[in-house]
């Protein structure tokens, strides 16, 4: 399984503000529910004004729950859960 060329550009420009001191983290307003959502920003500048770039929010709840992780005996598939277990 491949990453996408985006999705490792992201990456590095996160890794890159992080190593500069350059990322908040903001609470926003998740646009389909308006629920909040604590988001990681890099933070720009222009002209003394403060430029935030949302590259994602923060896990509700625990983050072991929400993503199914790649499978190591299958390099296209996923782990996925055993029947019965909850999501």
């Known amino acids: 399984m491949s990453i996408p060329a985006y999705a490792r550009t992201n990456f590095q420009t996160l890794l890159r503000a992080a190593g500069d001191g350059n990322l908040a983290l ?35 709840g625990n983050p072991y729950d929400a993503y199914l992780p790649p499978d190591p005996g299958d390099p296209e598939g996923f782990v996925r859960p055993e029947p019965g277990d909850a999501p």
């Open 26 to 60: 903001m609470e926003c307003l998740d646009a389909a529910t308006g629920n909040p959502r604590y988001v990681i920003c890099a933070v720009g500048r222009d002209d003394g004004d403060c430029l935030f770039t949302p590259f994602g929010h923060l896990a509700d």
